[in-house]
């Protein structure tokens, strides 16, 4: 049986890639006080006393607000924790997974002030290839983290992760996600605004966690990795609600957010497609996950 160490194992993320793979690999899932990854030699050690195949890296400071809060700690941990692990897994010659972000985009052109009244966007999605200037914190970490990761073990794996959502388990303590937020909006009958100067993939993380097997033997490399969305976010909750029968009267553009500064982190999906990796759209997996969940009674 082959062996993956995760690390990050308590989070949103880690703890679901644990539940999916237990059984078929021998896992090892330290806890962030198990093993701290800032600390290179632990890293080394943790690594070098389970000796895994494959090295799942989920821990990080994912919260996009608390790195523009605290930027050092969060570059401790998001790009020399990342290095540390990167290395700790060469020395091994451990396959290294590692968890990158679409936030890279932010601030990549381009971006319009405008989808048009269907919400389709013309602009285009990105490539792994583009030059990056990512516009806050976390971008800039996460891109960081995957050039020096690439240069520290060139057979790194890579994967710009897109905003993911649990429609069905929901465990005690972890962040919020988008179905967390909108199950009770929908339940309350009130208004629910969303952005229109705003283009993301959103991702069902079940499709991420299953689809995470498939990158163990992938050349090492930088890797789109979630739903591609063709829609701003205003217009790709109008198309799904309307699937899923709500009342889209309820729907508000929030013409607000991003005015100034329109932001597109939408995914081209070409070089994981060519690799045999598949992700519903964002607007079939939501539209699949709202009706189930309706169905259950939310
Ligand atoms: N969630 C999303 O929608 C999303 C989207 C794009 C990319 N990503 C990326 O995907 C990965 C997983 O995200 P997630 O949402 O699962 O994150 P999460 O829920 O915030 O979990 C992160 C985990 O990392 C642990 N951790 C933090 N600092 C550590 C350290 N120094 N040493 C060891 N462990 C440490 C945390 O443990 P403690 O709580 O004990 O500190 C926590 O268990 C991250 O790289 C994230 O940036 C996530």
């Not at 079940?206 to 890797?223: C, D, Q, S």
């Amino acid at each position: 049986m082959e062996k993956i160490l995760i690390t990050g194992a308590a989070g949103f993320l880690g703890s679901r890639v644990v539940d999916f793979y237990r059984g078929n690999y021998e896992i090892y899932a330290p806890a962030h006080g198990e093993l701290d990854i800032t600390d290179a030699k632990a890293a080394v050690q943790v690594a070098g006393r389970f000796q895994p195949d494959i090295i799942i890296h989920c821990a990080a400071i994912s919260d996009v607000g608390q790195c523009e809060r605290e930027p050092e700690k969060s570059w401790d941990i998001n790009v020399t924790g990342s290095i540390n692990i990167a290395k700790a897994a060469k020395g091994i010659s451990a396959a290294c997974i590692l968890c990158s972000s679409d936030q890279v985009y932010f601030g990549a052109g381009p971006a319009r002030a405008h989808y048009g009244e269907e919400g389709l966007c013309p602009a285009h999605s990105h490539r792994e290839e583009e030059e990056l200037c990512p516009a806050n914190v976390y971008g800039r970490e996460k891109l960081k983290a995957e050039q020096e990761c690439l240069e520290a073990n060139p057979d790194c794996v890579l994967l710009r992760l897109s905003w993911m959502y649990d429609a069905k388990v929901r465990k005690p303590g972890e962040h919020g996600d988008l179905f967390r937020t909108l199950l009770p909006q929908i339940r309350d009958e009130g208004g629910i605004s969303f952005p229109v100067h705003d283009r993301r993939g959103i991702t069902d993380i079940a499709e991420v966690v299953k689809n995470l097997e498939k990158t163990f033997r992938l050349p090492g490399g930088v890797y789109n990795f979630g739903s591609p969305n063709q829609k701003d976010t205003y217009h790709t909750f109008q198309e799904v609600f309307s699937g899923a029968g709500i009342d889209v009267g309820r729907l508000q553009k929030n013409e607000e957010a991003f005015r100034t500064n329109p932001r597109n982190l939408a995914m081209s999906q070409e070089k994981i497609n060519r690799h045999g990796i598949f992700f519903s759209s964002t607007i079939e997996g939501l539209s699949r996950n709202l009706s189930c969940a309706l169905e259950r009674g939310i």
